[in-house]
């Protein structure tokens, strides 16, 4: 009986790695919960991963090992927005417990010395960079691609750093989700202008749900269901705004928030995406 016992447990363990390990044929993306911060982590349909972002302070990577499981320690692409605390803080950690396969860095820099310590933590990892290409796409396989929408090469003094955040789009059959980073209106502006007609299922609200982001023309545009909100409960920024909560309440767009529900996960089999119940 204690036999049968232990070799039941141990199928029971085996399945759950198999099952966290064997790909799917789904899209998996998940914004994991990390405060005042973005971190979203997507698991393609033969289960290549990308990172976007990875918070602030260090939660992040324990996170990614809960969703991944605690034997997967790769990471096939990260990509920075643009280097706030915010974003970038996390990816310490990750660097240091994850093969990575390569990162993209947005064009903008930072005097932020913890910015300093994680560049030269990849460059003594020897870990490939490059520059997120402007207007270009990357094919991950398996029917995924990202697409890179925005991204300020002729960063000035006058720019913040905010203004230079990564805007992509990830696709998957007929499928999208759009990336802002903290983008303001400005910057959706120049995303729409250089990429006419497009349209997405999901969009990650920018800069945390300010009312400086999320314009009505930007939303009109490109038409999302969902919109993900990655901001922490009682934040000091108020986030997100009233302004940004409204507009997207005026379009009937479907609001999920990680201060309300914790780390959320949508799947697209490619024909549709199917956001948290
Ligand atoms: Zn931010």
Same mark, same amino acid.
Request: some cysteine; hydrophobic content about 40%; proline content about 4%.
């Given at each position: 009986? @204690?036999?049968?016992?232990?070799?039941? /447990?141990?199928?029971?363990?085996?399945?759950?790695?198999?099952?966290?390990?064997?790909?799917? #044929?789904?899209? %998996?993306?998940?914004?994991?919960?990390?405060? !005042?911060?973005?971190?979203?982590?997507?698991? +393609?349909?033969?289960?290549?991963? $990308?990172? =976007?972002?990875?918070?602030?302070?260090?939660?992040?990577?324990?996170?990614?090992?809960?969703?991944?499981?605690? /034997? #997967?320690?790769?990471?096939? /692409?990260?990509?920075?927005?643009?280097? %706030?605390?915010?974003?970038?803080?996390?990816?310490?950690?990750?660097?240091?417990?994850? *093969?990575?396969?390569?990162?993209?860095?947005? #064009?903008?820099?930072?005097?932020? &010395?913890?910015?300093?310590?994680?560049?030269? *933590?990849? @460059? +003594?990892?020897?870990?490939?960079?490059?520059?997120? &290409? !402007? #207007?270009?796409?990357?094919?991950?396989?398996?029917?995924?691609?990202?697409?890179?929408?925005?991204?300020?090469?002729?960063?000035?003094?006058?720019? +913040?750093?905010?203004?230079?955040?990564? =805007?992509?789009?990830?696709?998957?059959? @007929?499928?999208?989700?759009?990336?802002?980073?903290?983008?303001?209106?400005?910057?959706?502006?120049?995303?729409?202008?250089?990429?006419?007609?497009?349209?997405?299922?999901? $969009?990650?609200?920018?800069? %945390?749900?300010?009312?400086?982001?999320?314009?009505?023309?930007?939303?009109?545009?490109?038409? &999302?269901?969902?919109?993900? =909100? !990655?901001?922490?409960?009682?934040?000091?920024?108020?986030?997100? %705004? @009233?302004?940004?909560?409204?507009?997207? *309440?005026?379009?009937?767009? !479907?609001?999920?928030?990680?201060?309300?529900?914790?780390? /959320? *996960?949508?799947?697209?089999?490619?024909?549709?995406?199917?956001?948290?119940?």
């Amino acid at each position: 009986m @204690k036999y049968a016992a232990i070799f039941i /447990l141990i199928m029971i363990f085996v399945s759950a790695f198999l099952l966290n390990e064997l790909p799917d #044929n789904r899209l %998996h993306i998940y914004f994991l919960d990390v405060g !005042q911060g973005d971190c979203i982590l997507i698991k +393609s349909p033969d289960n290549k991963t $990308i990172l =976007i972002d990875a918070g602030p302070g260090s939660s992040a990577v324990k996170l990614i090992g809960k969703t991944l499981g605690h /034997l #997967n320690r790769k990471i096939d /692409l990260m990509i920075l927005s643009h280097p %706030h605390k915010d974003h970038f803080e996390g990816m310490l950690e990750v660097v240091k417990r994850y *093969e990575i396969g390569k990162i993209l860095l947005p #064009n903008a820099g930072s005097s932020d &010395p913890l910015y300093s310590t994680l560049l030269n *933590e990849i @460059k +003594s990892r020897k870990i490939e960079t490059a520059f997120v &290409p !402007q #207007n270009s796409d990357i094919d991950f396989g398996a029917g995924v691609f990202m697409d890179f929408l925005y991204s300020d090469s002729a960063i000035s003094d006058k720019k +913040s750093a905010n203004e230079s955040s990564v =805007i992509s789009r990830l696709l998957y059959g @007929k499928t999208s989700i759009i990336f802002t980073g903290d983008a303001p209106v400005e910057e959706e502006y120049s995303a729409l202008k250089s990429n006419k007609d497009f349209s997405v299922n999901l $969009i990650k609200i920018g800069h %945390h749900g300010s009312k400086y982001s999320t314009s009505e023309e930007f939303l009109y545009e490109i038409n &999302p269901t969902y919109a993900v =909100i !990655q901001s922490g409960s009682k934040n000091r920024y108020g986030h997100p %705004h @009233k302004e940004a909560l409204d507009r997207l *309440e005026k379009r009937n767009i !479907q609001i999920f928030r990680n201060d309300f529900s914790g780390t /959320l *996960e949508f799947i697209s089999d490619g024909e549709a995406i199917y956001a948290p119940i």
